[in-house]
């Protein structure tokens, strides 16, 4: 199996991206390893939100 030094888990706070901090964070005690979590979210959606509201997004 191949050596990781450092895992990189994505985390915004979904059940599903809990489960996967809780992998790496397993994976990287096994193998030695480093851990970094990245706070990832979407900015998409209020952007949508103001559409729907008739409000213009870029002036």
Known sequence: ???FKK???P???DPNSLLAL???TELAQ???AT???LNAFSTIA???ALLRMGRRIVQ
């Open 1 to 3: 199996m191949p050596q």
């Open 7 to 9: 895992i990189l888990c």
């Open 11 to 13: 985390l915004d706070f």
């Open 22 to 24: 809780r992998l790496a």
């Open 30 to 32: 096994e193998r030695d």
């Open 35 to 37: 851990s970094a979590l």
């Open 46 to 48: 209020p952007a949508f």
